[in-house]
């Protein structure tokens, strides 16, 4: 039963830190789409984590629309990190 519950608990942990990631980074395409003010420290810090998570995609899609160029370079990321981490949340749970 132990290693049951921490095989669990390892996939739980893993299926937030990936809804955690895909969070920040829907989040920075929310406040760019709202013109959120870059000078505001929390917006600074949301920026700054979402370019650290979308670092592998960053300019992956160079478009002139900037709202459209936003939603691919952060929201691709969000979407391999959901679908990753919970693959593997899942593949954990049925060990």
Do not use: C, E, K
């Amino acid at each position: 039963m132990s290693r049951r519950s921490g095989s669990n608990a390892a996939a739980t942990a893993i299926a937030l830190v990936a809804d955690v990631a895909a969070a920040i980074l829907a989040l920075w395409i929310l406040m760019y789409w709202l013109d959120a003010n870059r000078a505001n420290d929390l917006v600074s810090f949301v920026q700054d984590a979402a370019r650290w998570l979308a670092g592998w995609s960053y300019d992956l899609f160079t478009m002139d629309t900037d709202w459209l160029r936003v939603l691919l370079n952060y929201g691709l990321p969000a979407v391999v990190y959901l679908f990753i981490g919970h693959a593997l949340a899942l593949r954990i749970r049925r060990a």
